[in-house]
């Protein structure tokens, strides 16, 4: 058995409390108690520009890369890869099926028997071999039903940020197992420059002329052409997590592995905080010129993210000095980093079968949003992000079950 030094495990709780304050994060972004009443960095920008919500989502793919670096190398690592990519892939679809099902008086019934199934089928732990053919099984099988013409399913939504998450990790991880440092850089800038060339120069069919513009982009032309029906149902007509975007945010993977391999040295967090001031100073000035954009993924949305984590990852390996420290004072977000596909899984899920529970024309949250929380503040700001911060408190309860009982799921 390998003896993990004290430098690894400190590097290992960093990266567990950055993704612990990560995932905490996304779950107040995504469940405020009321969303016509949010404080401004807990909603997405407009259009150009980002705000701290903006930045979950590449603090994701970041934690991606270095994650990459840090596991252990596997045998059967070609395999390895696409069961982990599919699972995650179909755990994300499977969010997007389950407002699909419809069995009459028996629809919620179906539906938590559909994401039981889920459950125990991408997130059950049995023989590799056995998960990668169960899940390009399910693959096949859900993505023929987005396209077999069933009314029920001819809207359901493929992108998603799972589905990113999923085809990012596949290609980071296939660049790390079969590719040198030079190639991967290459990777990096071409697809940086690339992708700031195909959206300024290349002229998009039916609209005329390159452009950055909400729906007449050459991301949102190429989503509507190739997925027209199975795109966030907000937009319908292109999606976030759309097709070209991806080109850009493995780039952000390939950021996180850069740093991964870093911290397989001995960091220092000086460094990591230059590396960040630069990539933050480079995005902001490319965001001159290709503004910096979530919802396209820009290039330079994609070094202002990778500079902010990198900052963060400086003060936690300036700071994270013991794992008993880390137990006394983190315990609490390390329950969050240590269990992140339960959290996103399930509080997609949660709110929506609750929403399913009516009493009176109220879903049960809403129910007990308005009869519960929001008259106890005279602020409904304060009321909303109180909601959010009580559901946050209700995943840690769940978290610090599992976690005493060494329970922890991975893909």
């Not at 290992?12 to 612990?20: H, P, T, V």
């Not at 069995?103 to 991408?122: C, H």
């Not at 795109?231 to 080109?247: M, N, Q």
Request: proline share 4%; with cysteine; glycine share 8%.
């Amino acid at each position: 058995m390998r003896v993990i030094t004290d430098m690894e495990n400190k590097r290992l709780l960093s990266i567990d409390i950055f993704r612990g304050l990560t995932v905490i994060l996304m779950t107040i972004v995504n469940n405020p108690g009321d969303w016509g009443h949010i404080y401004a960095p807990l909603e997405h920008a407009e259009w150009h520009g980002y705000t701290l919500t903006d930045l979950v989502f590449p603090s994701f793919l970041f934690i991606v890369g270095i994650s990459t670096v840090l596991s252990k190398p596997s045998e059967d690592q070609l395999l390895k890869s696409c069961k982990r990519a599919f699972r995650i892939f179909l755990l994300g679809l499977s969010l997007s099926f389950f407002s699909k099902i419809k069995v009459g008086d028996y629809t919620l019934v179906a539906r938590l028997l559909a994401m039981a199934l889920a459950t125990v089928a991408f997130l059950g732990d049995y023989p590799l071999r056995r998960q990668f053919w169960v899940a390009v099984a399910a693959f096949v099988l859900l993505i023929g039903l987005c396209f077999s013409g069933l009314t029920d399913f001819e809207h359901v939504r493929i992108p998603g940020v799972l589905q990113r998450i999923a085809v990012v990790y596949l290609l980071v991880s296939l660049l790390h197992a079969y590719t040198s440092l030079r190639i991967q850089v290459g990777v990096f800038i071409g697809s940086l420059v690339g992708y700031w060339a195909l959206m300024h120069f290349v002229e998009v069919p039916g609209i005329g002329a390159a452009n950055l513009e909400v729906n007449r982009n050459l991301a949102a032309w190429l989503d509507n052409y190739l997925l027209e029906g199975h795109l966030w149902a907000t937009s319908k007509t292109w999606d976030p997590e759309g097709i070209l975007s991806t080109l850009p945010a493995v780039a952000t993977g390939l950021a996180g592995l850069f740093a991964g391999r870093y911290l397989q040295s001995s960091p220092k967090a000086s460094v990591l905080f230059a590396t960040g001031v630069i990539a933050l100073a480079a995005g902001t000035i490319w965001g001159w010129y290709f503004p910096i954009n979530k919802a396209l993924w820009t290039s330079s949305y994609v070094l202002v993210a990778a500079g902010w984590d990198l900052l963060l990852l400086g003060v936690l390996q300036a700071t994270v000095i013991s794992g008993t420290m880390a137990d006394r004072y983190w315990k609490p977000v390390l329950i969050f980093g240590m269990n992140p596909m339960l959290v996103f899984f399930f509080s997609g899920i949660i709110p929506r079968v609750l929403g399913m529970i009516k009493i009176g024309d109220e879903g049960l949250t809403s129910w007990i949003y308005s009869q519960g929380i929001e008259p106890l503040f005279a602020d409904k700001m304060n009321a909303s992000l109180a909601g959010a911060l009580i559901y946050v408190l209700i995943w840690g309860a769940i978290l610090f079950f599992f976690d005493a009982r060494k329970r922890y799921y991975k893909v």
